[in-house]
């Protein structure tokens, strides 16, 4: 998809553009230009945009030209960063099951940088 159908798709979606947007409910922390071939070859679907609903009559890899990544981090990842990180679970329906997902991300992130603080020290003769 090109960057100008992607906009128009996200103005027609969200008028106001108030609205927040994610990839596979994660939120998109940046955006970045890169060639073709970095990290990968991309993949590019052929549409026929005749056809109302499911649209790919093809693909192609490539590596000529460049890519626009949007990268996103989970509030998981954000945790092995700050195992402290205020997490809000604003839901009262998935509360609970997200409040213990959320400590339990906590507790493998803090156990994480535990491991590696110690590593750190060993390099280090301590």
């Known amino acids: 998809m090109k960057t100008k159908e992607l906009i128009r798709l996200l103005q027609e979606a969200d008028p106001s553009g108030e609205e927040d947007v994610c990839i596979d409910n994660e939120d998109i ?7 073709a071939y970095w990290d990968g070859c991309l ?7 005749s056809t109302e609903y499911y649209n790919v009559i093809g ?3 490539t ?3 460049f890519k626009i990544n949007l990268r996103t981090l989970s509030i998981e990842e954000a945790m ?4 402290e990180l205020p997490v809000v ?10 409040q213990n997902t959320v400590d339990r991300w906590r507790d493998e992130a803090r156990k994480i940088i535990k491991e590696v603080d110690s590593l750190k020290k060993d390099e280090q003769g301590h």
């Open 89 to 98: 679970v604003e839901d009262t329906f998935v509360n609970k099951q997200m």
């Open 80 to 83: 092995l960063n700050d195992p």
């Open 43 to 49: 993949q590019v679907l052929t549409r026929d945009e």
């Open 29 to 35: 922390h940046f955006v970045e230009l890169n060639e």
């Open 63 to 65: 590596s000529k030209g």
């Open 59 to 61: 693909a192609k890899y």
